[in-house]
């Protein structure tokens, strides 16, 4: 059997970006590390670098969320970004769409342990609410590439709402694979966005993190 592998040490970015939600997410975090690889949430090197790569990188979207927001979360799996996101953002609400029961069961425990009440699960996949929905914004992380994230998610939003996609260092080869959708679901403003800039020069993290965001202008 393989050796338990070591939770990665709390970072010093942490308590800055999680404010007076620390406990909470540091509850999250230690529960994901703990039982996440035996539920199959995270794969069996990540405990090592859970805080830096999963629950923090999740954590540095907060700041383009909106106020009073509606979000739905695309393929929330463990809990990155949406759950991090409804820790660290109480003030909006947020929809963990999730096909995989095991996963859903997972996200409700840790919505009823954390008490968080601002957050649903909703079981299924995203092209079972088109049209359903109109929310204000979408967030993703590690779901497909863009070109089948847009169409999968842009009939989710309202007019005028945005897609916030977590994204690796390829993300500018996506957009160019993607620039046919792109100007099929009328995308505009379309931008990568570097988050963590600031933490990662005072050395209080060790990676930042690449946003795609675009919002959906249907009629103008
Ligand atoms: C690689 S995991 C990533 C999980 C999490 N977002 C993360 O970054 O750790 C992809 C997740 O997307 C979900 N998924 C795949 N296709 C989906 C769809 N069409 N709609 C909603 N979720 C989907 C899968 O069930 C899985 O939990």
């Known amino acids: 059997m393989p050796a338990e592998q070591v939770i990665e ?64 979360d695309i393929g929330t799996g463990g809990g990155m970004p949406g759950l991090v996101l409804a820790i660290v953002r109480p003030d909006a609400h947020f929809l963990f769409v999730e096909p995989m029961e095991r996963r859903c069961a997972w996200l409700q425990e840790q919505i009823e342990v954390l008490g968080l009440e601002n957050a649903e699960v909703r079981r299924g ?18 779901v497909t590439a863009l ?11 309202r007019d005028g709402g945005e897609m916030l996609f977590l994204k690796g260092a390829a993300v500018d080869a996506e957009i160019e694979a993607a620039a046919k959708v792109l100007r099929k679901f009328r995308l ?20 930042t993190t690449r946003v795609f965001r675009a919002k959906i202008v249907r009629h103008g």
């Open 9 to 72: 040490q709390e970072p010093a970015a942490a308590p800055l970006l999680a404010g007076d939600r620390i406990e909470m997410l540091r509850a999250f975090t230690a529960d994901l590390g703990t039982r996440g690889e035996q539920l199959g949430l995270i794969g069996p090197l990540e405990a090592p670098r859970l805080w830096t790569r999963h629950v923090l990188n999740s954590a540095l979207l907060a700041p383009l969320i909106g106020s009073g927001a509606q979000v739905a």
């Open 125 to 142: 996949r995203a092209e079972e609410f088109h049209d359903a929905w109109e929310v204000d914004q979408i967030t993703a992380r590690a």
């Open 147 to 157: 070109r089948k994230l847009v169409p999968l998610t842009a009939p989710l939003l």
């Open 188 to 207: 505009r403003d379309v931008a990568v966005v570097e988050l963590g800039a600031d933490l990662f020069a005072q050395e209080l993290l060790a990676e």
